[in-house]
C-alpha cells in the first residue's frame, strides 16, 4: 500500500508527533509499504521531484528522539518559507490524495483535534484514528467530562475558567487547593500544573495565560497513575506510571528512564476491570474508533478517576499503547497493521463489517 505518515505540525506537541511518525513510517516500510513521512506544517516545500517519487524519500531519524523541551512555534513558523496561513504544508494535499491512506502521527490542537480529519473526509481521503467529531470532543477535557459523568464514569470535581492576568487574584483565592491546571485543550501534560499552595495556584495561572487562558481547574486526586488503551473496541492490559520525580509531565513522559512503566499494572483483577470498563464507556460515549488511550488516577480504594482520553496517542520509543499491545503479544509492526486494517474498515474501505477477527 501506498502511505503518508503524516506528523510535525503547528501543535505543542509537534516534537513527539514527529518521533511518532518516524517510528511508525519505519515500521510501515518494514512491512513491505510504501510509507512517505511528511511534516504536515512544512509539507514538500524543501522537495522539488514529482509527487509520486516521494513515497521513495529516505525516512529522517534526527525525529526518532523526543525534544525534551516544548518547541517555540513562532520560530517555527518563521522558519517555513510558505508564509501563509495554511496548516498544510506545500504539496501535502497532494501527497495524501495518492496515498492509500494516511497514518495519522498527529498530536495536540494540530491534527488532533478533529479538523484535519474533516477536511480528510470532505476530500475522500482514507486516514487512520477515529472521526472529525469524536476528535474533537474527547480534545476537549470539560466536554468530554460533562458527557461521562453521567454514565457513572467517577471523575475530579471541575470547572471550566476562560480569564485574563486581571483576574488571575480572584481565581486564585475562590479555587481550593491542592487541584490541577490544564489547558482545556492540549495533550502530552504540556501546560499541567498540580498546585498544593495558593502561590502555586498562582503561577499554574499565570503559566496558563501562555495556552489562550482556557482552562480546567481540577479536584487533585491523590493515587497510582493508571492507563489503558483501547484498540478495536477491546481494553487491553492497563499500565502504571511510577515517575521517578515529581508527575507524569511532558519530560517524565518521553525521556528514557524518566518514569517506571508497569505492564499489566500491578492491581487487583476487580480494579483491572473497572478500569478496562471505564475506559471503554467513555470510548463508546465520545464515538471514537480503531484505538485511544484513556488515563486515571487509582485511588487507595480502587476507584478509577478518569482523567481524559487521547484519540491519536503516542507511537514514540517510550509511548504506552506499544507496551501495552505487547502485553498480549502484539508486536509494533502489527499494532501499526492492526490500526491501519480497522482504519479501513470503519471508513468502509476494508473489510466488512464482522469480518475482523483478533486473537489478542
Not at 183 to 196: F, L, W, Y
Not at 207 to 227: A, D, K, N, T
Not at 248 to 275: F, H, L, M, S, T
Request: hydrophobic content about 40%; some cysteine; glycine content about 10%.
Amino acid at each position: 500500500m501506498k502511505i503518508v505518515v503524516l506528523a510535525g505540525g503547528l501543535s505543542p506537541e509537534r516534537n513527539v508527533s514527529l518521533s511518532s511518525g518516524t517510528m511508525i513510517a519505519h515500521a510501515l516500510r518494514r512491512l513491505g509499504h510504501q510509507a512517505a513521512l511528511v511534516d504536515l506544517y512544512f509539507g514538500l516545500e524543501d522537495y522539488d521531484g514529482p509527487v509520486a517519487d516521494y513515497f521513495c524519500q529516505p525516512i529522517p531519524d534526527r525525529w526518532k528522539q523526543v525534544d525534551p523541551k516544548a518547541p517555540d512555534l513562532e520560530q517555527i513558523r518563521a522558519q517555513r518559507k510558505d508564509q501563509s496561513a495554511s496548516q498544510f504544508g506545500p504539496g501535502v494535499l497532494a501527497l495524501c490524495q495518492q496515498a492509500d491512506v494516511v497514518f495519522l502521527a498527529l498530536h495536540g490542537t494540530c491534527g488532533e483535534d478533529g479538523r484535519v480529519q474533516a477536511a480528510f473526509d470532505l476530500m475522500g481521503i482514507a486516514y487512520t484514528g477515529s472521526g472529525y467529531l469524536g476528535s474533537a470532543l474527547a480534545m476537549d477535557k470539560d466536554l468530554t467530562k460533562q458527557l461521562v459523568a453521567p454514565l457513572g464514569v467517577a471523575t475530579p470535581r471541575w470547572r471550566r475558567v476562560s480569564y485574563t492576568e486581571k483576574e488571575v487574584d480572584s481565581l486564585t483565592s475562590t479555587t481550593q487547593v491542592p487541584c490541577v491546571v490544564k489547558p482545556v485543550a492540549s495533550g502530552s501534560s504540556i501546560g499541567v500544573s498540580i498546585a498544593h499552595t495558593k502561590k502555586q495556584l498562582h503561577a499554574a495561572l499565570l503559566e496558563g495565560l501562555r495556552f489562550g487562558g482556557e482552562c480546567v481547574l481540577e479536584q487533585y486526586v491523590s493515587g497510582r497513575e493508571i492507563q489503558v488503551a483501547v484498540l478495536g473496541g477491546m481494553a487491553l492490559p492497563s499500565i502504571e506510571i511510577i515517575p521517578k520525580e515529581g508527575f507524569y509531565d511532558y519530560e517524565n513522559k518521553y525521556q528514557p528512564g524518566a518514569a517506571e512503566e508497569v505492564c499489566p499494572a500491578p492491581i487487583p483483577p476487580a480494579w483491572e476491570k473497572r478500569v478496562g470498563q471505564a475506559a471503554l464507556t467513555v470510548y463508546r460515549a465520545l464515538d471514537l474508533s480503531v484505538y485511544a488511550r484513556a488515563d486515571f488516577i487509582v485511588d487507595e480504594a480502587g476507584t478509577a478517576w478518569f482523567l481524559e482520553i487521547n484519540t491519536l496517542p503516542g507511537m514514540t520509543p517510550t509511548s504506552l499503547v506499544p507496551q501495552e499491545a505487547a502485553a498480549v503479544g502484539i508486536d509494533y509492526e502489527d499494532l501499526c497493521q492492526r490500526i491501519i486494517d480497522e482504519s479501513l474498515r470503519v471508513r468502509g474501505q476494508g473489510r466488512s463489517e464482522g469480518e475482523v477477527s483478533w486473537n489478542l
